[in-house]
């Protein structure tokens, strides 16, 4: 049963906070999916999932062309998939942003200049999340 992200329960809340990777699904031009792993961060209080990575990626090509996306994050049994509808940011802001909650969740990102942010507003959750 889908859920949206205010149905969370804190275990769930809890597995998206943990180091884990994802994979992100787009669609390319022939409407195949391309599906690529990514770290994201999960902004709780507004439901909104990021992703940083170079402009010109297949990835931003896709959501520019085509912004219905999937992230999905698996551990053993414990699995949610975050649906929603993406958009490029390229703003000074929204990059230092991304850049800052990928250092909480990960490590310090690598220098790069063409650095944008695949911002999802996640729409609805599939999965089932740790126990607990």
Not at 83 to 99: K, T
């Amino acid at each position: 049963m889908a859920r949206t992200p205010a149905e969370l329960r804190p275990s769930e809340l809890a597995f998206l906070a943990e180091r884990h990777l994802a994979t992100l699904t787009t669609l390319r031009a022939d409407g195949t999916p391309h599906v690529v792993p990514v770290g994201f961060t999960f902004d709780t209080e507004r439901g909104l999932a990021r992703v940083i990575c170079s402009d010109g990626t297949q990835k931003v090509a896709n959501v520019e062309r085509s912004p219905s996306v999937v992230l999905c994050q698996v551990s053993g049994a414990a699995w949610l998939a975050l649906e929603g509808r993406a958009l490029v940011a390229r703003s000074s802001d929204a990059v230092a942003e991304g850049e800052r909650r990928y250092t909480e969740r990960y490590q310090a990102p690598r220098p790069n200049d063409r650095r944008v942010v695949i911002e999802i507003t996640v729409e609805r959750i599939l999965g089932k999340g740790p126990t607990g």
